[in-house]
């Protein structure tokens, strides 16, 4: 199982960016699907973007050419940069990894002002 810590939440205003980071444990870091879920006040947890062992990723519509998921294996680290940031985008933001089972880190908040 993957032991996760995200930081790079913060406040920023409309238009801006982050870049949010996810430390992993472990060498079979190189082997998960790694994700990044986003849970905004009153709503359910959604993901936001994915990215395979391989490097291929995947994103939300909402998100789509705006964010970009990427992972370093010489690192154990997942990132996302998020570029254009919206207010809706707020919410707190959770890394996780799939290996057989899943795992999660303890979330960070990202708040965009308008």
């Known amino acids: 199982q993957l032991q996760l810590v995200e930081s790079g939440g913060g406040l920023v205003q409309a238009g801006g960016s982050l870049r949010l980071s996810c430390a992993a444990s472990?060498?079979?870091?190189?082997?998960?699907?790694m994700y990044w879920y986003r849970q905004a006040p009153g709503k359910e947890r959604e993901v936001v973007a994915s990215?395979?062992?391989?490097?291929?990723?995947n994103y939300d519509n909402s998100v789509k050419g705006r964010f970009t998921i990427s992972r370093d294996s010489a690192k154990n680290t997942l990132y996302l940069q998020m570029n254009s940031l919206k207010p809706e985008d707020t919410g707190v933001y959770y890394c996780?990894?799939?290996?057989?089972?899943?795992?999660w880190g303890q979330g960070t908040q990202v708040t965009v002002s308008s």
């Open positions: 996780a990894g799939y290996i057989n089972s899943w795992s």
């Open positions: 990215i395979r062992s391989d490097g291929s990723a």
């Open positions: 472990g060498s079979i870091f190189r082997i998960a699907d």
